[in-house]
């Protein structure tokens, strides 16, 4: 499976942005998608996961709220809409999908086998 994210740029405080994520490859068993974020100098950390089979969505807490995650499945392709940015959601965002949705560790890096290389999101103050 081969992700490729974009969407990403720079936008001010209060606005929005929506990523997307295509997968190509053998996506007919890719079971879960999720979305991690990296700002610098710190961890990557979990912001959202999304169940294929039926859409059961996860977030994190910090994007609860202001963060949607859904899918196109005619498409093979994740989304995740962010509004109200603030400056602290300042990172590099990177999609990620797994052939197993793990229901107990979606959260966590080492659920996902495949990840996209990462798209540049930038909230000005």
């Known amino acids: 499976v081969q992700l490729q994210a974009s969407g990403g740029g720079l936008v001010q405080a209060g606005g929005s942005l929506r990523l997307s994520c295509a997968a190509s490859g053998r996506t007919s068993s890719t079971y879960a998608m999720g979305w991690f974020r990296q700002a610098p100098g710190k961890d990557r950390n979990f912001i959202a996961a999304?169940?294929?089979?039926?859409?059961?969505?996860y977030y994190s807490g910090s994007v609860k709220g202001r963060f949607t995650i859904s899918r196109d499945s005619a498409k093979n392709t994740v989304y995740l809409q962010m509004n109200s940015l603030k400056p602290e959601d300042t990172a590099v965002y990177y999609c990620?999908?797994?052939?197993?949705?793990?229901?107990?560790?979606?959260?966590?890096?080492?659920?996902?086998?495949?990840w996209g290389q990462g798209t540049q999101v930038t909230v000005s103050s």
């Open positions: 999304i169940r294929w089979s039926d859409g059961s969505t």
């Open positions: 990620a999908a797994d052939r197993t949705f793990h229901s107990g560790t979606y959260y966590v890096e080492r659920a996902y086998n495949y």
